[in-house]
């Protein structure tokens, strides 16, 4: 049996099966990227709820795995040369799990840079963006008297949806094939509809993104994914 006790995570959230991948998350548009994943590419995991609370996030187990108090973040029993590793940061898992499984990260070198590119367009732009727009929009900053913090997240968001809507034109896949790019950006766009922001950013507009979406949404991994682990 594996052993994970070097992992002070599996003592608040103890493994099933330890046998396993084990997934520590919750279902917003970074923690569903990693079941989603799970979910497309076979591998077997067992889900570990861990809220946004301090409590869970802040807590001493949750920070020796992730030092950045993020979901979501994983321990894998099999890892590299067969030794357990542990992992945060869901671009990163993102790209481990595609070359652990071999799936969704393109057949040769030039189709994992665009991969990668794309990837790291969600990571470093659309992600971060949308984020400051929820902020703004939709939670504490909707209340300031200041209103350019707003407008200037609503005009980046539709400047990114403009790109990817741009790109979108003729294919069914922002980088070719379906790839964790996808994974990755698809549910960055749903959150909009949380944040109540789709009218703000001329969500409507925008034919090809919600195409894509519809087509994101409609796969059944995806389902799965994106409530797992369950809220509730």
């Known amino acids: 049996m594996a052993d994970l006790s070097a992992f002070p995570i599996t003592k608040r959230w103890p493994a099933q099966n330890p046998e396993i991948l084990q997934l520590y998350s919750f279902p917003t548009p970074n923690g569903v990227k990693a079941s989603i994943a799970l979910e497309e590419m076979g591998i077997a995991y067992e889900a570990h709820k861990v809220t946004l609370s301090d409590a869970d996030v802040k807590s001493a187990e949750f920070l020796s795995l992730n030092p950045n108090n993020k979901i979501p973040a994983i321990v894998d029993p099999n890892g590299p040369g067969g030794a357990p590793i542990g992992l945060f940061e869901s671009g990163a898992i993102l790209i481990y799990l595609a070359e652990k499984s071999g799936q969704f990260f393109g057949s040769d070198a030039a189709e994992k840079a665009q991969i990668t590119q794309w990837l790291m367009f969600q990571m470093g732009g659309l992600g971060p963006m949308l984020g400051q727009l929820g902020f703004f929009y939709k939670f504490a900053g909707s209340e300031w008297?200041?209103?350019?913090?707003?407008?200037?997240?609503?005009?980046?968001?539709?400047?990114?949806?403009?790109?990817?809507?741009?790109?979108?034109?003729?294919?069914?896949?922002?980088?070719?094939?379906?790839?964790?790019?996808?994974?990755?950006i698809a549910p960055w766009l749903r959150?909009?509809?949380?944040?109540?922001?789709?009218?703000?950013?001329?969500?409507?507009?925008?034919?090809?993104l919600v195409d894509y979406l519809d087509r994101f949404t409609s796969r059944p991994a995806v389902q799965k994914g994106l409530v797992t682990p369950p809220r509730d």
């Open 145 to 184: 008297d200041d209103k350019r913090p707003q407008e200037r997240y609503i005009a980046e968001a539709k400047r990114l949806l403009a790109v990817l809507n741009l790109e979108l034109a003729g294919k069914d896949w922002i980088a070719g094939n379906y790839s964790i790019a996808d994974m990755a």
């Open 191 to 208: 959150a909009l509809d949380f944040y109540g922001a789709k009218e703000a950013v001329e969500w409507e507009d925008h034919t090809n």
